[in-house]
């Protein structure tokens, strides 16, 4: 595994693609160790850059598989919310 320890080599745009193939969407936003991937028809959702083995033309290739992607999901912005009331959870919508 190549972990990278920043965004550096990254960019908004690139595809993300697991190590089995399937491609997830495309980035979106980039935060120091982590990035947002933007899911065609599903809600976006973060990842932290230690599951990036690769980055390169474009294509970053992580180290897990796609069924590994739903524990790799970084709830919110970088906050684990689900176990907060829904009352006290962070307002994530868009204005």
Do not use: C
Not at 51 to 74: C, M, R, S, W, Y
Not at 76 to 87: A, E, F, K, V
């Amino acid at each position: 595994m190549n972990a990278l320890p920043n965004t550096k080599l990254l960019t908004e745009g690139d595809r993300v693609v697991t190590s089995d193939g399937k491609e997830l969407g495309v980035i979106k936003e980039l935060k120091p160790d982590k990035f947002k991937v933007d899911v065609r028809w599903a809600p976006d959702y973060w990842l932290g850059t230690e599951v990036v083995d690769n980055a390169e033309q474009g294509i970053v290739q992580l180290f897990i598989t796609k069924e590994g992607v739903g524990p790799a999901k970084i709830h919110g912005d970088g906050i684990d919310d689900s176990t907060l009331p829904s009352n006290q959870k962070p307002d994530t919508r868009s204005f």
